[in-house]
């Protein structure tokens, strides 16, 4: 019997995304059906939450000596290369004798992991097949890559297609109650563009549920973007009943009243959502919930109002340019037009959104940063998401990055990544390197000015300048008798910003 230890390994400095391991749940899922005996450790959760990783590798080596596993397995996204790399070297120079391997969205660095780490196996794709034939075998198989004489060998993966064949992920693997993140700060970071009888109805809406849980209904996407990393193809959805029943189990073992779905598109078939719906009603589940992937172009009001009615409080559709040229860039199939009035017949219904931006695209132009600009003050986006561009191994992107040879050390740049997040990292546009740094600046501040119009009318702008100044500043060296003397709500503004 094989004893393997799974690790959610962080992809950024600091502490995690607080978000269950998904993949690693899963993969722990196969393994135990498979008659084995699986672990998962998280370095910032529960009982190994830790403020730096640094101190993660004395928490592991003390897994290992009371686990005692003889498989490793790795889980993360691409950027969490550096610190896996570590990780295995750790273990390797500490512990013999144990064959590590790793998969999920981390996968796609496969080949650094293979040339510069002890990792002997890599999993591509979906595990449910793969990593049960490699258990059962222990050699190489599909949807696996290793290196055979020095050299790189990739099987083709393998995916699932009976969805509802799935059992539901082993919970017990992890400690629920960590993996569950507060609800009520959603609509507290709105209340200030929603009127009192919009909070009133968001609040009732949440009633007594204080946190949600990750709950998945789907794999994959219709499309894919030009920044998408997706390790498998097409869209796969569970059956209503499978998702409700799944819902039920989550309530009744847990006590989970909130969910959240972070399906990369959950409202692919239309159909789909109008049943689930219906029997969320039929099942008499009095739940919240929100919506983590949602494409504009499979919405109307009778939709948005079914999922109102029945718990939805927010829906993220990943709106990403105010321009028609950048959309068509990113591979959205969507307009600007549409994302503009979905968002505001979301917001219509009572249902609060939060904009998600992509800039920096090869396509972006001052030109289209004001479009986009004019695009979050139509929708009066007070919360919204900026990114820059960044491009990661296997997605689109790439290729271009590749052709171009805008990254001469892969290792390097996945840690730079790492530590950066969606700052500007690498300009792929015909722009001057000061005029693409400051674009996040700009719509930043003029969101702010735009802000201050709408809601404090003649005296916004005395204000503005005085919140514009000290935005240049470090918060940390404005004197405390001056932010004592600003009115709460625009102190409060400051320094969130």
Partial sequence: MERVLLVNVPSRQGGGAFFIPMGLLYAGGVIERCGHTAKIIDPYLGDEKLEYFENFFDKLGGVIEIFKPNIIGYGGIATSYGRTKRLANFVNNNYSGITQVAGGALASAYRLLLDNTPIKYVFHGE????????????????????????????????????????????????????????IVGRLDGFRQILSDSAYDNLTKTVGQTTHIAPILTSRGCTHKCLFCYRHFSGHRQHSVNYVISHMKYLMETYGVSGFTFADELFNAHYDWVMQFCDEIERNSLHICYTIGGARVNNVDRHML?????????????????????????????????????????????????????????????????????????????????????????????????????????????????????????????????????????????????????????????????????MATLTVKFIPRFLLMRIPKKIKNFIVGW
């Fill in 127 to 182: 595990a449910e097949t793969s990593l049960a034939s490699f258990l059962d075998k222990g050699t190489m198989g599909d949807g696996m890559s290793t290196k055979v004489n020095g050299r790189i060998v990739r099987n083709e993966s393998v995916q699932v297609e009976d969805m509802d064949g799935i059992p539901f992920p082993p919970y017990h693997l992890i400690a629920m109650e960590h993996y569950q993140y507060p």
């Fill in 305 to 469: 109002q079914r999922l109102k009615d029945t718990g939805c409080i927010e829906i993220s559709y990943g709106q990403e340019s105010g321009s028609d040229t950048v959309l068509k860039g990113l591979r959205k199939g969507t307009t600007a037009q549409l994302n503009r009035e979905v968002t505001l017949l979301t917001q219509e219904v009572g249902i609060l959104t939060v904009v998600q931006l992509v800039i920096g695209s090869p396509s972006e132009m001052p030109e289209t940063i004001r479009e986009t600009i004019q695009f979050l003050k139509d929708v009066n986006a007070y919360q919204f998401a900026l990114n820059y561009l960044i491009p990661l191994p296997e997605t689109p992107i790439w290729q271009y990055v590749q052709e171009h040879n805008l990254i001469p050390n892969e290792e390097s740049y996945l840690s730079m990544v790492a530590d950066s997040g969606g700052n500007p990292i690498i300009n792929f546009t015909s722009q001057t390197e000061k005029e693409w740094r400051n674009w996040g600046n700009l719509i930043h501040n003029e969101m702010v000015l735009n802000y201050y119009q709408r809601n404090k009318g003649a005296i916004s702008i005395r204000l503005l300048h005085l919140r514009l100044f």
